[in-house]
C-alpha cells in the first residue's frame, strides 16, 4: 500500500506565497509521474503540473511562470512552489502518484489553499 499526504495549504493574500509538499510512504520503491490538482468549489479537478522520476516537468498555461513543480527522489516527496498567487488559484491541492511497473495511481487526501482578495 502506498499513502501519500499533502501538507503546506493555508490561507494566503493574493500576490502572495505557499509551498505544497506531498510526502510518499509505503510501497514506494518505484514511483514514476508525480503530479498535482486541484479542484475549485464546483468545478471539475483539473491538472496544475505534473513532474516525472527524472525531472521533466509541464505546467497548466494558468500557472506558468508563478508556480513550480519540484521533487526529492531520495525523500520520495514533491513540491509545489506557488509563487504570485490569484483567488482563482483557490481550491482542494490534491497530490497523484503512479506507482510500479503498472503504473497504479494514487491519490492524496487533499490539502485546502484559499487565496483571499
Known amino acids: 500500500q502506498v499513502q501519500l499526504v499533502e501538507s503546506g495549504g493555508g490561507l494566503v493574500q493574493a500576490g502572495g506565497s505557499l509551498r505544497l509538499s506531498c510526502a510518499a510512504s509505503?510501497?514506494?520503491?518505484?514511483?514514476?509521474?508525480m503530479g498535482w490538482y486541484r479542484q475549485a468549489p464546483g468545478k471539475q479537478r483539473e491538472l496544475v503540473a505534473t513532474i516525472t522520476s527524472g525531472g521533466s516537468t509541464n505546467c497548466a498555461d494558468a500557472v506558468k511562470g508563478r508556480f513550480t513543480i519540484s521533487r526529492d527522489n531520495a525523500k520520495n516527496t514533491m513540491y509545489l512552489q506557488m509563487n504570485s498567487l490569484k483567488s482563482e488559484d483557490t481550491g482542494v491541492y490534491y497530490c497523484?502518484?503512479?506507482?510500479?511497473?503498472?503504473?497504479?495511481?494514487?491519490w492524496g487526501q487533499g490539502t485546502q489553499v484559499t487565496v483571499s482578495s
Open positions: 497523484n502518484a503512479a506507482i510500479g511497473a503498472l503504473n497504479r495511481n494514487y
Open positions: 509505503g510501497s514506494t520503491f518505484r514511483i514514476n509521474a
